[in-house]
Each structure stands twice: as structure tokens, then as C-alpha cells.
């Protein structure tokens, strides 16, 4: 399959997949009459790596993982402390959006709470 052919079946950025090959990555791709072939296990880590991109993870987080990815098992632990840094910072980021939704009720209750004639007080 062409590279524009992965990106059209799995909505794969062609950024991406230029990203991709330019990591090194592509150890199954294959250069047919001057385009990537990609096959199956090309494929498997495109996915991986839009769930990473998907995720938050940044274009050099996603390099670093999946070369840790490629070296295989004995990268687990590193996989899983990049895995629990990227959590834990969208769970900083979720903190931080609830805090702002609870100001935003407050402001809201407030409003809804003003009597018509204590407005034109203010």
C-alpha cells in the first residue's frame, strides 16, 4: 500500500507518515518504484502511534517511544514511565479545566441568583 493510500483507508496525516520514515522506523517498508509500501506491521505502528499522537504525546515523545517500542521488552519499564508521565500530566490538565468550570459556575450561579432590582444596584 502507498503512502497515500495509508493515509486515505486510516486517516494517517501525510505529516506522519513523512514523520515516520524519516525516524528510521519503517523496518518492513519497502520502496517500490519511488514510493513506501507500507504492509501489515507498518500499519500496526502507524496505529500505535496515532494513539500516542492522540494522546498528547508530542511528535519527539512519539520517536523516542517507539524506538524503545522497536528494541522490544526489555523497554517495557521506560514505556511505562513515559506512559504514567504523559497520565499524570492530563490528569494535571483535567484538574486544571475543573477548577476553571467550577469558577465559571460560580460566576454563572451568581448572575442567576441577582434579583432584577439588586442589579441595577450594582
Known sequence: MTKQEASERYC????LLDEY???GLCREVKRVMGSWQYDDSDLDRLSLIMTLHDAGFTGGEIEIYM???????QTKEQRMQMLKQRRDRAMDEIHFKEAQLERLDYLRHNIKSVKPEQGAQR
Open 67 to 73: 524506538r524503545l517500542f522497536m528494541d522490544g521488552d
Open 21 to 23: 520514515e524519516s525516524w
Open 12 to 15: 494517517i496525516p501525510i505529516g
